[in-house]
């Protein structure tokens, strides 16, 4: 397929570019238009339920466009406090603690021995990562519902974590493999020679050498796991006051529109929103590079 | 025994080091391995297996063939579900991948002779890259709970400003099956765009300035340059973006679910998860696999309509 004639350039020069301005205007102005509308429907809902939550209720369903008119604070201690935001950001928090460590540690160690050590079988685990990373999880739910209950690990929190684990595996795995084998062998193997062993050289060595994929992986993993709603709606469902955040919110938006308290509601977005939001305002390349590495296998 | 309880002589003998290695590896996989085997790869296995049973989640499930299958052919909940997964699956890949191209093609290449190049993005092009990639930070829960608001029908932000211009909004999720997928076709949209602006800008960031340079000199307009210049090049891209985001559309859980109210319309993932619920167990698993199958053969397909020759350069 041609696409381009780059072989011979006409002498015309002084002529493109200025029809380039007059075809050009009518059509700027409409792209410039619509970028700048992209970004109002981008952040405008945002904005919106952050304006909303400083709201009371009764305004927000009189008048849902309206600004604040007065700043309610005790929207957030209500969503805080009586909506258990508190207590599902806490139990999000000790999950990720969890399971974030355990898929880090965990997915870095296959990782480096798939990468770096030859045995019988190493391509056979690799692809049986890597293949994991293209079924729909949502196959496997039902089934992993009874896994979890024979171990006795439905509803409890080492659960959700194992379960968080098992199913970022597959992503880090790949991942991580890929970028041990980047990574220079000759330091590897001064420090055998230098008498450390297998384990030491990997925590010692290789894992502060492998830090900018570590890093990536890990934002990657920490936005995954953070908002994972499938998996704990599955297994964690049967104490209200064990909910993560993203699955209390979803239940608080159930249970607002009997009891009526939407400030408190939309304060409980905000929350969840605003952290995050501010991570990727701080890390956004490394969370774009991620997002988008994650996508694309 | 590990190498500092081991005596020095053997410690280099060849064969020790060989223990030693795999003695290692196995350590270092077992972990991993195990978690790994026993919670993702021993339910998808079961999970088509049980398609096969009339398991409701007791200890006994009788294989019953094909039963199951014969059962979602009949069962008209199923195919509704699946007319609204299927619409998704060709529409919202569509609408996503056009508003993503073009964003991106405005961010990478709509300014023209700026900074002295030939070829730049338009001015403010990071800010948009940053603010459009907002909904792909945030939790899929939480993004159906703001949108559920946003198209609440008394007291959302569309209605509340269709008000405010004397014009009275329907009811976007309160009946109406198209406005509902309409609405649910908008989010998936919304929080995907961004995504493939960053991924297209990428693409599109590695084509080599001075084609367009040449492609300017021949007089090349904006939407010339383009179709004849940048999608050529990034069509890797676009092609793995559309069965990315096809399968992702097809997958659709969470949206529909928290969002939608379930007698308006529901995707089959919702349609499976409810049978689930009912302790369908294995009418549910049976709806996975053919959820399964499905994405399996989208992408064969997108890969087959969307093979071109490579262009390198």
């Not at chain 1, 927000?60 to 201690?77: A, C, R, T, V």
């Not at chain 1, 045995?119 to 685990?125: A, D, L, Q, S």
């Not at chain 2, 919670?39 to 079961?46: A, R, W």
């Not at chain 2, 985001?245 to 529909?256: K, R, V």
Request: aromatic share 14%; hydrophobic share 50%.
């Amino acid at each position: 397929m041609t696409t381009t004639s780059t072989t011979a350039p006409r002498p015309s020069t002084s002529a493109a570019p200025r029809r380039e301005k007059e075809t050009g205007g009518a059509l700027n102005v409409f792209s410039h238009a619509f970028l700048v509308l992209w970004v109002i429907l981008a952040a405008g809902p945002l904005i919106w339920v952050a304006l909303t939550a400083f709201r009371p209720s009764a305004e927000i369903l009189s008048d849902p466009m309206g600004w604040p008119s007065s700043f309610h604070w005790e929207n957030f201690s209500n969503a805080w406090n009586k909506a258990n935001i508190g207590q599902y950001t806490l139990n999000s928090l000790i999950i990720l603690a969890g399971s974030l460590t355990g898929t880090m540690l965990l997915g870095s160690m296959a990782a480096y021995v798939i990468a770096r050590f030859t045995f019988p079988g190493n391509r056979v685990i690799f692809m049986l990562f890597a293949g994991g990373m293209m079924f729909p999880v949502i196959l496997a739910l039902v089934p992993l519902f009874a896994v979890m209950e024979n171990f006795g690990l439905l509803d409890t929190r080492p659960g959700l974590m194992i379960a968080y684990i098992a199913y970022s595996l597959p992503f880090t795995t790949f991942f991580l493999t890929s970028f041990f084998r980047t990574l220079p062998t000759g330091v590897q193997e001064a420090a055998m020679v230098d008498g450390a062993s297998h384990t030491r050289t990997f925590f010692q060595i290789m894992l502060p050498m492998a830090k900018p994929g570590l890093v990536s992986i890990g934002i990657f993993n920490f936005l995954g796991q953070w908002n994972q709603y499938l998996l704990p709606l599955l297994l964690n469902n049967e104490d209200e006051k064990s909910y993560v955040l993203p699955q209390g919110l979803a239940s608080l938006a159930v249970s607002q529109g009997y009891r009526g308290d939407w400030g408190a509601l939309f304060a409980g977005l905000t929350i969840a929103m605003v952290p995050v939001l501010v991570v990727y305002a701080v890390f956004q390349r490394q969370v774009q590079a991620g997002l988008t590495a994650g996508a694309i296998k | 025994m590990p190498p500092r309880f081991t005596p020095e002589r053997v410690r280099y003998d060849r064969r020790y080091r060989t223990l030693d290695k795999y003695r290692f590896i196995v350590g270092f996989l077992a972990v991993p391995l195990a978690f790994y085997a026993l919670f993702v790869i021993s339910p998808f296995l079961q999970a088509i297996y049980y398609s096969f049973t009339d398991w409701s989640g007791g200890p006994v499930a009788n294989f019953i063939g094909f039963d199951n299958y014969r059962k979602m052919w009949n069962d008209d909940r199923f195919w509704d579900s699946l007319r609204v997964s299927t619409l998704l699956l060709v529409v919202a890949p569509v609408v996503t991948l056009v508003l993503g191209m073009f964003f991106a093609y405005m961010i990478t290449s709509g300014g023209r002779h700026r900074r002295g190049r030939a070829i730049a993005g338009v001015a403010g092009s990071s800010l948009y890259k940053v603010v459009y990639f907002f909904p792909q930070v945030l939790s899929v829960a939480i993004i159906a709970v703001v949108w559920g608001r946003v198209f609440n029908t008394n007291s959302g932000l569309i209605n509340g400003g269709l008000d405010k211009i004397g014009i009275n909004g329907p009811a976007w999720l309160g009946g109406d099956e198209t406005l509902g997928l309409i609405s649910l076709l908008i989010v998936i949209s919304w929080s995907f765009v961004g995504f493939y602006v960053v991924l297209f800008s990428a693409a599109m960031g590695s084509v080599p300035q001075d084609i367009y340079e040449a492609a300017l000199l021949d007089g090349a307009g904006r939407a010339r340059t383009f179709f004849s210049v940048t999608l050529p090049l990034i069509w890797d891209a676009v092609r793995t973006g559309w069965i990315y985001m096809g399968i992702q559309a097809l997958d659709t859980f969470a949206i529909c679910l928290v969002m939608v109210p379930p007698h308006v319309l529901k995707v089959t993932p919702v349609f499976l998860y409810e049978r689930f619920r009912d302790g369908q167990y294995g009418y549910a698993t049976s709806i996975g696999v053919v959820l399964l199958v499905l994405s399996m053969a989208f992408s064969l397909i997108v890969m087959r309509v969307g093979n071109r020759d490579r262009i390198e350069y």
